[in-house]
C-alpha cells in the first residue's frame, strides 16, 4: 500500500472545466431515502438491520450499471467498487465513503420527502404534522438559501440526508467520471458503510480489500465546510446492584437500584450536558437507562476534542457515583468505560496534503473553504486512527436526527463537483 506520506507542491491553480452535466444527484437521494435503513443499537448483529442491505443492494447493483465491474455487497452490508484510473501517474489510491443507516433517535419508515422550489425565505410547515416548522430564526443556514430547492419530509419522520445526501452524491460524481474520462484522476475507491450512526460503521470493514491510501467521508453539514477534527468519545457504563426486599416490609432495607440510578444522573453537571455546551466544550451525556429494583444501568457518552479532558470527565463521573454510592452503604456498583472513537486531527496533521487537497476542490467548485470542527464523530474518525486518514466534505444535510431535517439540492450538486474536482487535483498535483 502507498505510505501517505506526501510533500505539499506549490502549484499554479488551474481550475478543471467539468462538463455540461444534468445532476442526478436530487433524484437519487429522493430514492434512496425512502428506504428504511435505520441502526438498532441493542442488536449483535452486522449489520444491525438486515434492511441496511436493502439500500447495499441497490448501491451495488446501480454502481455495476455506471460500468464498475468490482462493484459489490459483502455479508456484513458493506459496498465497494472501484473506478478505474484515467491517468498512467503513479499516485495514492483515494477513497470517498458515506454511511447507508439513518439515526435510531427518530423513525425512518416511511419516509415521504418534499421539495420547496424555488425558496424564498420564512419558516417551512411541513404537511403531515403543522407542529413541525422549520424556521430560520433557529435553522440561520435557511438564509443561504434564497432561490434554491429545499427537500424536507411531511413532518412524521427524519428525512435521512444524513448520510444519504453522501451517498447520493458519491453516486452522482461516480457517474460525472465514468461518463467523462477525459477528467484525468488516480485509481478512486468507493465505501458505502452500515451502523455509523451506533457506532460501529468500520467494525467489519476490510481495508485490504478496499485498497486506499486516503479516504475521504462525504458527511458534513454546510457547503463549503471541511472538517478535520472531531470529539474523542468514550462510553460508560453504570452497573448497580442494589438491595431489594419486600415493599411491605422494605423499612430500613431496601436501596433501590432505578432511584440510585435517578440521583447519579440528577448529579451530572448542568454546565456539561450537549443542550449546555458548544464549539469546543465537551459534555456528559446520559443515553439509556434500564433496569429494576435491585439492578440497574446507565449509558453515559463522554465526549470532548482532547485526551485530558476526555479523562477528567471519566475522573468526574467516578467521583459522583463514589459521592452517590456513600448514601447506600450495601450496595455496589461498577463502571465499564468502552473507547469509541478518537480525534482525528491527531492523524490528519501528519498529512497536510490530504485536507489541503479538500480545500483546494471546494475552491474550484465556487466556494470559500471553512475548515470546522465535528461536534461528534464519523466513520473518518476511526479509518484515520486505521491507517487511513479521512477528513470529512460537506454533504449539505442540515438538522439532522429530528423531523426537521432538511438539504438543499443546490448544496449536493456543489459536494458532486468538490468529489470530481478533488479526483482530478490528486492526479494534477502527482
Given at each position: 500500500?502507498?505510505?501517505?506520506?506526501?510533500?505539499?507542491?506549490?502549484?499554479?491553480?488551474?481550475?478543471?472545466?467539468?462538463?455540461?452535466?444534468?445532476?442526478?444527484?436530487?433524484?437519487?437521494?429522493?430514492?434512496?431515502?425512502?428506504?428504511?435503513?435505520?441502526?438498532?443499537p441493542s442488536s449483535p448483529t452486522t449489520p444491525s438491520?438486515?434492511?441496511?442491505?436493502?439500500?447495499?443492494?441497490?448501491?451495488?447493483?446501480?454502481?455495476?450499471?455506471?460500468?464498475?465491474?468490482?462493484?459489490?455487497?459483502?455479508?456484513?452490508?458493506?459496498?465497494?467498487?472501484?473506478v478505474p484510473a484515467t491517468s498512467a501517474k503513479k499516485?495514492?489510491?483515494?477513497?470517498?465513503?458515506?454511511?447507508?443507516?439513518?439515526?435510531?433517535?427518530?423513525?425512518?419508515?416511511?419516509?415521504?420527502?418534499?421539495?420547496?422550489?424555488?425558496?424564498?425565505?420564512?419558516?417551512?410547515?411541513?404537511?403531515?404534522?403543522?407542529?413541525?416548522?422549520?424556521?430560520?430564526?433557529?435553522?440561520?443556514?435557511?438564509?443561504?438559501?434564497?432561490?434554491?430547492?429545499?427537500?424536507?419530509?411531511?413532518?412524521?419522520?427524519?428525512?435521512?440526508?444524513?448520510?444519504?445526501?453522501?451517498?447520493?452524491?458519491?453516486?452522482?460524481?461516480?457517474?460525472?467520471?465514468?461518463?467523462?474520462?477525459?477528467?484525468?484522476?488516480?485509481?478512486?475507491?468507493?465505501?458505502?458503510?452500515?451502523?455509523?450512526?451506533?457506532?460501529?460503521?468500520?467494525?467489519?470493514?476490510?481495508?485490504?480489500?478496499?485498497?486506499?491510501?486516503?479516504?475521504?467521508?462525504?458527511?458534513?453539514?454546510?457547503?463549503?465546510?471541511?472538517?478535520?477534527?472531531?470529539?474523542?468519545?468514550?462510553?460508560?457504563?453504570?452497573?448497580?446492584?442494589?438491595?431489594?426486599?419486600?415493599?411491605?416490609?422494605?423499612?430500613g432495607k431496601i436501596e433501590h437500584a432505578i432511584k440510585?440510578?435517578?440521583?447519579?444522573?440528577?448529579?451530572?453537571?448542568?454546565?456539561?450536558?450537549?443542550?449546555?455546551?458548544?464549539?469546543?466544550?465537551?459534555?456528559?451525556?446520559?443515553?439509556?437507562?434500564?433496569?429494576?429494583?435491585?439492578?440497574?444501568?446507565?449509558?453515559?457518552?463522554?465526549?470532548?476534542?482532547?485526551?485530558?479532558?476526555?479523562?477528567?470527565?471519566?475522573?468526574?463521573?467516578?467521583?459522583?457515583?463514589?459521592?452517590?454510592?456513600?448514601?447506600?452503604?450495601?450496595?455496589?456498583?461498577?463502571?465499564?468505560?468502552?473507547?469509541?472513537?478518537?480525534?482525528?486531527?491527531?492523524?490528519?496533521?501528519?498529512?497536510?496534503?490530504?485536507?489541503?487537497?479538500?480545500?483546494?476542490?471546494?475552491?474550484?467548485?465556487?466556494?470559500?473553504?471553512?475548515?470546522?470542527?465535528?461536534?461528534?464523530?464519523?466513520?473518518?474518525?476511526?479509518?484515520?486512527?486505521?491507517?487511513?486518514?479521512?477528513?470529512?466534505?460537506?454533504?449539505?444535510?442540515?438538522?439532522?436526527?429530528?423531523?426537521?431535517?432538511?438539504?438543499?439540492?443546490?448544496?449536493?450538486?456543489?459536494?458532486?463537483?468538490?468529489?470530481?474536482?478533488?479526483?482530478?487535483?490528486?492526479?494534477?498535483?502527482?
Amino acid at each position: 500500500m502507498w505510505r501517505v506520506c506526501f510533500k505539499i507542491h506549490v502549484l499554479k491553480r488551474t481550475a478543471l472545466a467539468l462538463p455540461e452535466y444534468n445532476h442526478t444527484v436530487a433524484e437519487r437521494f429522493l430514492r434512496y431515502v425512502r428506504i428504511d435503513t435505520q441502526s438498532d443499537p441493542s442488536s449483535p448483529t452486522t449489520p444491525s438491520t438486515e434492511k441496511q442491505k436493502n439500500l447495499g443492494r441497490v448501491l451495488a447493483q446501480e454502481l455495476r450499471d455506471l460500468g464498475l465491474t468490482d462493484a459489490h455487497m459483502d455479508d456484513f452490508g458493506y459496498v465497494y467498487a472501484t473506478v478505474p484510473a484515467t491517468s498512467a501517474k503513479k499516485m495514492p489510491v483515494i477513497c470517498f465513503c458515506s454511511h447507508m443507516d439513518t439515526s435510531p433517535d427518530c423513525s425512518g419508515k416511511d419516509v415521504k420527502p418534499q421539495v420547496v422550489r424555488n425558496y424564498q425565505g420564512g419558516d417551512i410547515v411541513l404537511p403531515a404534522d403543522k407542529s413541525q416548522v422549520i424556521r430560520p430564526a433557529e435553522h440561520p443556514a435557511l438564509n443561504d438559501q434564497i432561490g434554491n430547492d429545499i427537500i424536507t419530509t411531511d413532518g412524521t419522520t427524519l428525512l435521512g440526508a444524513d448520510d444519504k445526501a453522501g451517498v447520493a452524491e458519491i453516486m452522482d460524481a461516480v457517474k460525472v467520471l465514468v461518463e467523462n474520462p477525459q477528467i484525468k484522476h488516480g485509481v478512486i475507491k468507493i465505501l458505502f458503510t452500515p451502523d455509523e450512526e451506533i457506532g460501529r460503521g468500520v467494525d467489519k470493514v476490510d481495508l485490504k480489500k478496499l485498497g486506499a491510501d486516503v479516504a475521504y467521508t462525504l458527511d458534513g453539514e454546510s457547503a463549503g465546510h471541511l472538517e478535520d477534527e472531531s470529539f474523542s468519545a468514550d462510553a460508560a457504563t453504570i452497573h448497580i446492584h442494589g438491595v431489594s426486599a419486600h415493599p411491605g416490609f422494605a423499612k430500613g432495607k431496601i436501596e433501590h437500584a432505578i432511584k440510585i440510578a435517578a440521583r447519579i444522573i440528577d448529579k451530572l453537571p448542568k454546565e456539561l450536558s450537549p443542550e449546555t455546551t458548544e464549539g469546543r466544550e465537551g459534555f456528559l451525556h446520559p443515553v439509556g437507562i434500564s433496569g429494576a429494583l435491585e439492578e440497574a444501568t446507565i449509558e453515559i457518552i463522554l465526549r470532548d476534542f482532547t485526551e485530558t479532558g476526555l479523562k477528567d470527565k471519566e475522573v468526574l463521573l467516578r467521583g459522583i457515583v463514589d459521592e452517590v454510592m456513600k448514601d447506600f452503604p450495601r450496595s455496589a456498583t461498577r463502571i465499564d468505560i468502552k473507547e469509541q472513537y478518537r480525534n482525528m486531527k491527531v492523524v490528519l496533521d501528519k498529512h497536510p496534503q490530504i485536507v489541503a487537497n479538500a480545500e483546494e476542490a471546494i475552491r474550484r467548485a465556487g466556494m470559500t473553504p471553512i475548515r470546522t470542527s465535528i461536534r461528534g464523530g464519523t466513520d473518518g474518525s476511526r479509518l484515520s486512527f486505521m491507517g487511513l486518514p479521512c477528513p470529512n466534505i460537506f454533504a449539505g444535510e442540515h438538522a439532522f436526527h429530528s423531523r426537521l431535517e432538511w438539504v438543499s439540492i443546490q448544496d449536493m450538486e456543489k459536494a458532486v463537483r468538490t468529489i470530481v474536482h478533488l479526483a482530478a487535483i490528486w492526479e494534477e498535483r502527482a
